[in-house]
């Protein structure tokens, strides 16, 4: 079933439109990978999904419109993001992040307590550190903390922008693991920004090659590694 479905999508900043009526699919259980070099567009896509820039043409959720929608209501809807570049509250404490990211919740202080727990002990970095601020995190770690808080809004998508940005290649493999274990096991779908395109084309359902806010060609990796072109502009071999 198709979860996320964005038609003609543009959206820019000011005067400056950058990505040009671009068409993205994720369905219930893929893992969608968003590849393309710096300035392609591909943190202004994941903006104009989850409703944080303007934007025009059809998206909708769930078989529902949310081109409309505020952010919040977006999150609310079912779609968390994890931005670039680590987004955490760096004054608050990782255990008040977490509660941060339960903002949109209805369903009371017990389930958030359970879900805080089971991210602890997905992360037990994050339990080891749990008073302490954000903002003094080492970098894997505050990433880790920006994808458990996006997921404490129990989340259906999860838009996840470049998680292994400056991280060793070991917390990347890591990281990564939990996101494909996430997605066999909860049945989360992710949509992925990486510049490791080898090792996002190695978890990926599907991918989509963004050149300068169009689309150049999209498929499963195994299509895509088919192609010499492609292999040897987008995954260097
Ligand atoms: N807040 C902003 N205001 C104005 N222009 C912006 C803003 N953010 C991005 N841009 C411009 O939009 C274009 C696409 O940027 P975007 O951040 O989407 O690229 P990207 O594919 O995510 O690149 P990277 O791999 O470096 O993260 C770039 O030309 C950039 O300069
Ligand atoms: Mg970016």
């Known amino acids: 079933m198709t979860l996320l479905r964005a038609q003609g999508l543009t959206a820019g900043y000011g005067p400056v439109t950058v990505l040009h009526e671009i068409d993205i699919e994720v369905n219930e259980g893929e893992i969608v990978v968003v590849l393309g070099a710096n300035g392609a567009g591909k943190t202004t896509t994941m903006r104009a999904i989850s409703g944080t820039i303007p934007r025009h043409g059809t998206i909708e959720f769930q078989g529902h419109s949310i081109q409309k929608a505020a952010a919040d209501a977006i999150v609310r809807a079912g779609v968390a993001q ?5 987004g955490t509250f760096p004054e608050l404490s990782v255990q008040d992040n977490l509660l941060a990211g339960a903002y949109v919740r209805r369903d009371g202080s017990k389930a958030i307590g359970d879900d805080i727990r089971k991210w602890f002990s997905v992360f037990p970095r994050l339990e080891e550190r749990a008073t302490q601020r954000a903002g003094s995190l080492s970098g894997g770690e505050q990433q880790m903390l920006a994808i458990a808080r996006a997921l404490m809004s129990r989340p259906k998508l999860l838009l996840c922008d ?24 909860e049945g989360l779908s992710v949509l992925l920004v990486e510049q490791n395109a080898n090792l996002a084309m190695h978890m990926a359902s599907r991918v989509y090659l963004l050149e300068t806010g169009v689309i150049v060609a999209s498929g499963s990796a195994a299509e895509l590694s088919a192609d010499d072109s492609i292999r040897k502009a987008y995954l260097g071999f």
């Open 162 to 185: 470049e998680p292994s940005m400056g991280l060793a290649p070991l917390i990347t493999q890591e990281l990564f693991n939990v996101i494909g274990r996430l997605n066999r096991e």
């Open 82 to 86: 994890v931005p670039q570049g680590r």
